[in-house]
């Protein structure tokens, strides 16, 4: 028997600007409530990076917010590194964790607005773009199967524009139980149960990510603030952006000395392949000028304030 669940997006924006609000466009018919916070979440060893968008995020949100006939936005502050050390007794040490604690303070507002167990949790990055067709799916499936509780993505995730692109995964939905808990930022913990991560009943294929789509040094950034040696071996990997060892990458972090090409281009990884938009009919319409997005300009208009 189908039991309609409740469909709570929980976004994480910061300089988002350019994508933000077609993004809410493309999932507003389809989910309860979208409960925003803006904020950088970036620690550094010891410090910790707090600061608002420096683009036109903000003015965005609020733009949408006009157009929000059913009250479906929820706009909320971020969690500050001191907030973090009153209600887990320490400083996150990376991005994941400080990211995962700011999660904890959207699902405790997604409770007060009614969410219940075996509701559906909606992991929304603000660069992330499921056909509304495929949302509808997994909505349909997670209401007629109690049984499942934990949604996998299969993604195409963009490098370069949209020219190139590599294969990637990661869980997007989770069937809210009591006592749930984020521990970093897409693991999802309940009582007895375990990590909701690892327990995957549901693959959804076809969502079309734009994280690395962006000018290199925005990607720079983004790669250094999870502070994990791994994951600047694997962005070596894909980019070759810099000629030195990731280790080198990793703990010299903001002074490694921006990049200064138009592209990727320094020898393409052959884990990056060439995109053919007929392959996926299913392309969103939202995106069907991304091609026009200018990244590079966008990064010389804020340099000062992104710290290339």
């Known amino acids: 028997m189908e039991v309609q669940v409740k469909v709570f997006a929980l976004c994480q924006v910061f300089n988002e600007g350019l994508l933000i609000r077609r993004n809410l466009q493309n999932v507003y018919a389809y989910v309860d409530h979208i409960i925003i916070t803006e904020g ?16 036109n995020t903000l003015k965005e949100i609020v733009e949408f917010a006009k157009t ?29 964790e400080f990211e995962g604690h700011n999660k904890n303070r959207m699902l405790a507002t997604a409770l007060e607005l009614g969410m219940e167990e075996g509701d559906l949790i909606y992991i929304m990055d603000v660069d992330e773009f499921i056909p509304p067709i495929k949302l509808c799916e997994t909505i349909t499936a997670f209401s007629c199967m109690p049984r499942l509780v934990t949604g996998m993505v299969k993604e195409y995730q963009f490098a370069y524009g949209l020219k190139y692109w ?15 808990r984020f521990t970093t930022t897409n693991h999802l913990v309940v009582p007895e149960i375990g990590d909701l991560s690892r327990k995957t009943n549901y693959t959804i294929d076809g969502m079309f990510h734009l994280c690395w789509s962006k000018h290199p040094n925005m990607i720079r950034e983004k790669v250094l603030s999870f502070n994990r040696p791994s994951f600047t071996q694997w962005f070596n990997d894909v980019y070759l952006v810099w000629p030195r060892s990731p280790e080198t990458a990793y703990h010299q972090n903001y002074h490694i000395p921006p990049y200064h090409g138009t592209g990727f281009c320094e020898g393409m990884s052959e884990r990056l392949r060439y995109w053919d938009r007929d392959m996926s009919p299913e392309f969103p319409e939202m995106l069907q000028d991304i091609d026009n997005i200018n990244w590079l300009e966008y990064v010389k208009e804020h340099e000062k304030e992104l710290r290339i």
Do not use: W
């Open 40 to 55: 950088k979440l970036t620690p550094f060893g010891n410090d910790v990076i707090h600061e608002t968008s420096t683009d």
């Open 166 to 180: 590599f294969p990637s995964s990661h869980p997007r939905f989770f069937r809210y139980m009591s006592g749930a």
């Open 68 to 96: 929000d006939p059913e009250n479906k936005l929820v706009f909320m502050s971020a969690i500050t590194i001191d907030e973090c050390q009153q209600e887990y007794g320490k400083a996150p040490s990376n991005r994941e």
